[in-house]
């Protein structure tokens, strides 16, 4: 390629770069702007959020969960069930 081709393609894609950011900026600038929010025309909605039970601590579980039976999880006991570590064999 000879330099001045190369010189002219730089010059090129510089003014385009250039004018491409001027137009996206003007047109940018120019566009319409979304209108304000007027509050008469805003609903508010308000919604009635059921209260919730609390969460049981850990203590709590172990002390009332665990017994009356209603709603709780068995817990998971310590079974002689032994699995093979895990290993990667190489890296």
């Known amino acids: 390629m000879h330099k001045l081709t190369k010189t002219f393609l730089h010059l090129w894609m510089s003014l385009a770069s250039v004018a491409g950011l001027a ?24 919604s009635i959020q059921p209260t919730l039970e609390p969460i049981l ?20 006991q310590n079974s002689n069930n032994t699995f093979p570590r895990l290993r990667t064999r190489g890296s």
Request: net charge positive.
């Open 57 to 76: 601590t850990i203590n709590d579980y172990l002390m009332t969960g665990a017994r009356n039976g209603a709603r709780s999880v068995p817990m998971v």
């Open 23 to 46: 137009f996206g900026w003007a047109f940018l600038a120019h566009a319409q702007k979304p209108a304000p929010l007027i509050q008469s025309q805003v609903q508010i909605v308000t």
